[in-house]
């Protein structure tokens, strides 16, 4: 490993060899990015595993060079990530998330893509103000639209909701806490007469970090939980939303100009 590495993950650009790659796709489980390295990408090569932050530099069919690597869970990880990541020479990032539906129409299995944000996130509060709109990248978004498209996945396009909290944030109160704050109760039903497709912990700062650093964002996400009849993910579809968001980014990646 070179000297230049960076502090969190590990690596640094000269370890990218003579051919960088400028395009990442980023999960937030250290094992979706392996599998996406493993089993999607060819000449696969581990850049480093510093603090389950695992990265991966592999090629995609048509020999483009491409990272496959781990943001961690919530925004604040993955806005150190990108950051890194920036540094490195990555000028095109795409998330693959899991979320949960909050539209009645939107079925466990397919993958949300989305256009936009609404970011209720303090470590995106650190980086641009509330009022600086969270969007993804335009180009990048189509290309993952074409990709679904193509590949006959059902997919839903639109806005997000980034929020930072698991359960008390994606108002759920079979857990520890079965107390919300008043500012939370009936706050998925407010959302959803607003449009808003999904509950997600990331792309909405991951949105704001690329507006100000100047690079191209999207996210795609498969749909684990339909939050409209259970707060639970449901297990046995989880691998089939997973495997459906990682095929339609891995086809917008090798086609995305």
Do not use: W
């Amino acid at each position: 490993m070179t000297s230049n590495r960076l502090y969190h993950i590990g690596f640094g650009q000269d370890d990218l060899g003579s051919q960088p790659p400028s395009i990442a796709l980023l999960s937030g489980d250290p094992e979706r990015a392996r599998l996406i390295a493993e089993s999607y990408l060819q000449d696969v090569r581990l850049l480093s595993e510093n603090r389950g932050l695992n990265s991966y530099l592999g090629y995609l069919p048509n020999n483009r060079p491409i990272l496959s690597a781990t943001s961690g869970m919530g925004a604040p990880s993955l806005s150190i990530v990108v950051n890194e990541l920036v540094q490195v020479g990555i000028r095109q990032i795409i998330r693959i998330g899991t979320c949960g539906s909050i539209q009645p129409y939107i079925t466990v299995g397919s993958v949300v893509i989305s256009s936009a944000a609404l970011c209720r996130q303090g470590a995106a509060n650190d980086i641009a103000p509330v009022e600086y709109p969270a969007a993804a990248d335009p180009f990048l978004t189509v290309a993952l639209v074409n990709a679904a498209r193509k590949l006959e996945i059902s997919h839903y396009v639109g806005i997000t909701a980034s929020v930072d909290t698991f359960y008390e944030g994606q108002e759920r109160t079979d857990s520890a806490n079965p107390y919300l704050m008043r500012s939370l109760d009936g706050i998925t039903e407010e959302y959803r007469r607003l449009n808003v497709l999904n509950y997600e912990m990331e792309c909405g700062t991951l949105f704001k970090i690329a507006g100000v650093y100047q690079f191209a964002a999207a996210a795609v996400c498969g749909v684990v939980a339909q939050r409209t009849k259970s707060e639970n993910v449901i297990l046995e579809q989880k691998d089939t939303a997973v495997k459906n968001a990682i095929a339609v980014a891995v086809h917008a990646a090798e086609t995305f100009v």
